[in-house]
């Protein structure tokens, strides 16, 4: 029941603080709020009709919560603007020597917690586990897939 509760519980806030930013009030500290958040045993009850439906809903998170910092195939080629005002550039996910290629679990987990250099920390933002694990399916069998066919 945990596993579905946070989530539903942090959608509701985040709908009802939505100009708000998470809780704690460094990157630091929301990187560590998240990671204890954290509950990968939530991935466990997760199923999909099929593994194109899986597919279709990541690809639908990629564009609304990942493609603006790590460009449309995951190259890292977009820029974006922290809330401190810094322009950075998300990383490239689709280089050969990316550290979460074979990961899934720090892969989901690194989605949820976010960074103290800029990612959101999607899983305080309302992320679901369900989302979480439909957008790292699409990092790892879709944008990594077409990077290395070309």
């Known amino acids: 029941m945990r596993g579905r509760a946070l989530p539903i519980t942090l959608a509701l806030?985040?709908?009802?603080?939505?100009?708000?930013?998470p809780a704690g009030g460094t990157e630091e500290e929301r990187t560590?709020?998240?990671?204890?958040?954290?509950?990968?045993?939530?991935?466990?009850?997760?199923?999909?009709?099929?593994?194109s439906a899986a597919l279709a809903r990541g690809a639908d998170v990629?564009?609304?919560?990942?493609?603006?910092?790590?460009?449309?195939?995951?190259?890292g080629d977009a820029m974006f603007v922290t809330e401190a005002g810094d322009t950075l550039r998300g990383p490239s996910l689709v280089e050969p020597n990316w550290p979460y290629a074979r990961d899934e679990e720090a892969l989901r987990r690194r989605i949820f917690t976010g960074t103290v250099a800029g990612m959101p920390h999607w899983g305080l933002r309302g992320l679901t586990y369900r989302d979480l694990d439909a957008v790292a399916r699409h990092v790892r069998e879709v944008l990594r897939a077409e990077a290395q066919a070309t």
Do not use: M, N, Q
């Open 13 to 21: 806030l985040l709908v009802a603080c939505a100009d708000e930013r």
């Open 32 to 51: 560590a709020a998240a990671a204890l958040a954290y509950d990968p045993s939530a991935f466990d009850t997760i199923s999909w009709a099929s593994d």
């Open 62 to 75: 990629w564009k609304w919560a990942c493609a603006s910092c790590h460009g449309e195939r995951g190259g």
